[in-house]
């Protein structure tokens, strides 16, 4: 007896945009998840640092938030979730305090590049017009080309061209000083990736096209916003979310018409072995995983006190010095070495929301790149960097928390070895992410399906990899072939 008809195994931004999608269709669904509490990577909680303050587990940052097809239908801001924008996006201190600044306005941030700010906005101004196109082009699910990239064709081709410039040795031809190359490389690097590199510009340009477009904003109180408002929906359209509920083998699946899985597909390949034939279970085993992150959370009882004011504007920070410091950061992480001077991404969400400062303290969020399976604490490593760029750092850190890559697992198994991209973030595996099947997010199983970040369109919280595979249970399972609306109150 089938107790549902869909079971999604993992409730991150993915299984719950898959569970949504299929409980608004009219479908039972029950969503199994290994941790106490539901979200992921987009989960916010009290680590015990300081009493009252509450930390991003994984996600801080939510462009996607704004720019994904899913959550522009979903409409976070139509259920309460307050999405709030920094005076700029993001910033990249450099040594002598010197600064580059994203604001949203691409002509503020054209002013302050000075000789190379014709440069930028010749780079990146035609992207943030032609966003419907790129954002088709690079969310899509790689396997067909969506009418926005066809309508908005030429936005797409400037795309591409600006991937084949700044991810390959031509990317130093456009700009003449230091600090806008180091401001782009910055973005670059949430790929996790040597730079140049195709795959870093890919995720450089849209990232850094969304900055001057819909923005890169943080939601008030946290992440877990996001994740509330979705269980919300799913609980409200008959759905059911079991926590603590881990699933290992065929055994932990009760009976249902179709499974589809917001894990990495290791995880997958263990659950579904002897269902799957030897050449798909050797497919997805063969995943690559990529390089790594080591987490620092802070508790400070003041601002970062950053040399160059103007970085305070910004809700993120790229501490990573010029592009060449970082190009040599990110290769040493590529062979397997840890960096004197590792690139670090840093959040500030007190920046814009002032709720988050409890008692004149506030959270920091921080990445460090390391190489994949370090157990090393990354606290003082990371400490130092952000001090390089803003002294007297120390003297305003009342508690941290590092959490080295190989313990990153321990709260979303989806990220192997630390790896929060969930596969290694490569041209070819952007593409051929998880396998090179025509359809990647069946498993070669019937029934039995793939939406994690490990699938098209990859790492995230766009929610769409869930979105594309509840549309392919829908057809094949259960012969509906029109999504249902995710329009509040539908």
């Known amino acids: 007896m089938t107790v549902a008809d869909v079971v999604v195994v993992g409730s991150g931004p993915n299984g719950l945009s898959a569970a949504v999608t299929l409980a608004r269709a009219g479908l039972r669904v029950l969503v199994l998840e290994a941790q106490t509490t539901a979200g992921g990577g987009a989960r916010t909680t009290s680590l015990g640092l300081a009493e009252g303050v509450v930390h991003d587990i994984c996600s801080a940052v939510h462009p996607m938030g ?9 409409d976070l801001g139509a259920r309460g979730v307050e999405l709030l924008h920094p005076e700029a996006s993001y910033a990249q201190p450099l040594d002598g305090g010197r600064a580059g600044v994203a604001y949203q306005d691409i002509e503020r941030t054209v002013h302050g590049l000075g000789a190379d700010g014709a440069a930028w906005r010749s780079l990146l101004g035609p992207l943030a017009d032609a966003q419907d196109a790129v954002l088709a082009l690079a969310l899509g699910d790689k396997r067909s080309v969506p009418p926005e990239v066809v309508h908005g064709l030429g936005g797409a081709a400037r795309f591409a061209l600006a991937v084949l410039e700044q991810g390959t040795p031509l990317w130093d ?4 000083g230091e600090v806008a190359p180091a401001l782009l490389t910055g973005v670059a690097a949430h790929a996790i990736t040597r730079v140049p590199s195709l795959a870093a510009a890919g995720t450089a340009l849209l990232l850094g096209s969304l900055a001057h477009s819909s923005g890169w904003p943080i939601p008030r109180g946290g992440s877990g916003a996001i994740v509330d408002a979705m ?3 799913l609980l409200a ?10 699933v290992r083998s065929r055994r932990d699946l009760p009976p249902a018409r179709a499974y589809v899985f917001d894990t990495s597909p290791r995880t997958a390949a263990d659950v579904l072995h002897g269902s799957l034939s030897p050449r798909a279970e050797r497919m997805l085993r063969r995943f690559r995983y990529g390089n790594a992150a080591a987490k620092v959370d802070f508790v400070l009882d003041g601002p970062v006190p950053w040399a160059n004011a103007e970085v305070a504007r910004a809700g993120t920070v790229h501490v990573g010095g010029s592009r060449a410091d970082m190009a040599r950061a990110e290769a040493d992480v590529a062979r397997g070495v840890h960096a004197a001077r590792p690139m670090v ?10 709720g988050r400062i409890v008692g004149g303290l506030r959270p920091l969020w921080t990445y460090a790149h390391v190489p994949a399976g370090s157990t090393v604490d990354p606290t003082e490593t990371v400490t130092s960097q952000i001090e390089r760029f803003a002294p007297g750092f120390r003297d305003v850190v009342v508690a941290s928390r590092g959490v080295p ?10 990220y192997v ?3 929060i991209a969930s596969g290694a973030v490569t041209m070819w595996q952007m593409v051929a992410r998880p396998t090179p099947r025509l359809d990647p997010y069946r498993t070669g199983v019937p029934g039995a399906y793939l939406c994690s970040s490990s699938t098209p369109p990859g790492p995230g919280v766009h929610g769409l990899s869930g979105w594309y595979a509840a549309g392919r249970v829908l057809r094949d399972r259960f012969g509906i072939r029109a999504l249902p609306s995710l329009a509040p109150g539908a």
């Open 405 to 414: 890559a190989a313990r990153m697992s321990d709260h979303d198994a989806n």
């Open 173 to 176: 031809a456009r700009f003449r």
């Open 231 to 233: 269980v919300t929906d």
């Open 237 to 246: 359209h008959g759905g059911e979310i079991r926590t603590g509920t881990p």
């Open 417 to 419: 070895g630390g790896d």
């Open 66 to 74: 704004v720019a994904s097809p899913f959550f522009r239908e979903f």
């Open 345 to 354: 991404l840093l959040s500030d969400p007190s920046v814009v929301d002032e």
